[in-house]
């Protein structure tokens, strides 16, 4: 048994979630559910091996091991039955990193990538900022959840300039994991068009409520071709202050083309703790993703209840991965402004503003509960109490908390 029910102060560790608040919201002590890490301990395991390594007072340039490659390929052959090879690895110091290289191996200024919104942020920035064109292929709303517009995908990526694909896969915020049938089609399009696909599977380990993710790159020999996939331990493993990911491209062409770039630039190497705490995290803790996960599910249940039955007018659908919900507000018919100026000032809650996510974000908030269910529990509390003393309470049917 882990120990994820406990309460840790992450305060004054220069982490941005609880220390930059004041700078993101305005208010040093909202309740901090924004920005994606959790806020629990790492495996014993890998806190035991950096102990270990810390002990040796010397931290000069450090190689990356062998096992550190193996450890990768056996993670994804043993979670994804995905059989890749050593030499098809690039080392990063992030994924975010690794979707800007790609941008600048693969596309020209003025040249169009294809993102799907409401979708993580850098996926736009990535690419205005290197002056690339943003086309979008917004996810679609159903009632039972949100799906790809695949005829639009296939529209907008004909043109000769449109060159890549961003996919983000489970796709944050909104949880979906794409099923293999989703994949191939997304497969099919982009094989048609030359686009290359960049997918983003940082996510994939944190596979929820039966849901098994696939890779992109596993769909078939052809997709594996066209496709270069960004992993990392960071958010499986709460390692996001290590700077450790990677790519994997089957296609010698592809994994040239990011090589040379990244080679170029010298960043490819790789940190001394963020390797190790990868590979014994890759290697030893299989068991600490299980119970999390776990832990995860009941969290994400209980909040869907908690909403459910006190906060009817906000609606949330049940992610299949992830410890992001994606909380819809419209029904309060408040502006972006009023609604993130309520949340902070009112109930005192830091989410991400679903503005941020691009196209179908607004009225959104995205809330973050990798973190003990007491704590969660506090920050769910604070939002209805405010909405219940306002007058939302008796516009949309707020209510004192119950059932908690
Ligand atoms: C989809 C997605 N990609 C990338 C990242 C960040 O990756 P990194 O910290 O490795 O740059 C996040 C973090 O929230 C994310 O949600």
Redesign the pocket.
């Known amino acids: 048994m882990y120990q994820f029910d406990k309460v840790i102060s992450r305060e004054g560790t220069q982490s941005v979630k609880y220390d930059n608040r004041e700078c993101e919201f305005g208010e040093p002590d909202v309740m901090p559910f924004w920005?994606?890490d959790m806020d629990f301990e790492v495996p014993p395991a890998v806190h035991n091996a950096i102990m270990k390594r810390a002990a040796h007072p010397v931290f000069g340039y450090t190689g990356t091991p062998n096992v550190c490659y193996d450890s990768i390929c056996n993670w994804v052959f043993k979670r994804y039955s995905w059989q890749i090879e050593p030499e098809w690895i690039e080392f990063s110091?992030?994924?975010?990193?690794l979707?800007s290289y790609a941008v600048q191996a693969f596309t020209m200024p003025g040249d169009g990538v294809v993102v799907q919104p409401p979708v993580?942020p850098?996926?736009f920035s990535v690419i205005r900022e290197h002056d690339r064109r943003v086309i979008e292929n917004p996810l679609r709303e159903t009632a039972t959840g949100y799906v790809i517009d695949f005829d639009n995908l296939e529209e907008i990526t004909r043109p000769d300039d449109v060159k890549v694909f961003f996919l983000?896969n489970p796709h944050?915020p909104v949880g979906r994991v794409w099923r293999p049938s989703e994949l191939e089609r997304i497969g099919a399009i982009c094989l048609n068009n030359n686009v290359i696909i960049v997918s983003?599977e940082?996510?994939c380990d944190l596979t929820l409520f039966d849901n098994q993710h696939t890779p992109m790159a596993s769909m078939s020999h052809d997709v594996a071709q066209i496709t270069v996939t960004?992993m990392?331990p960071?958010?499986t493993f709460n390692l996001?202050g290590l700077?450790t990911?990677y790519l994997i491209a089957s296609n010698p062409s592809l994994l040239k083309s990011m090589r040379r770039l990244m080679r170029g630039c010298h960043v490819n190497t790789a940190s001394i703790f963020g390797t190790l705490a990868m590979q014994t995290a890759y290697c030893m803790c299989d068991d600490w993703l299980s119970e999390l996960k776990l832990y995860l599910e009941n969290n994400i249940l209980q909040s869907i209840d908690f909403i459910k039955n006190n906060l009817s007018s906000v609606q949330v659908v049940k992610p299949d991965a992830t410890f992001l919900l994606w909380l819809d507000f419209r029904s309060w018919q408040m502006t972006q402004q009023e609604l993130k100026s309520f949340l902070v000032k009112e109930a005192r809650l830091g989410f991400n503003d679903g503005m941020c996510f691009g196209t179908g974000g607004e009225g959104f908030m995205r809330m973050n509960i990798g973190a003990p269910w007491s704590v969660v529990q506090e920050g769910l509390f604070s939002l209805c109490e405010a909405a219940s003393q306002l007058d939302i309470h008796e516009r949309f049917n707020s209510s004192v908390p119950q059932n908690v």
Do not use: E, R
């Open positions: 920005i994606a110091t992030g994924v975010v990193p979707l993580y850098p996926f983000c944050n983003d940082i996510h960004c990392s960071g958010k996001a700077s990911a």
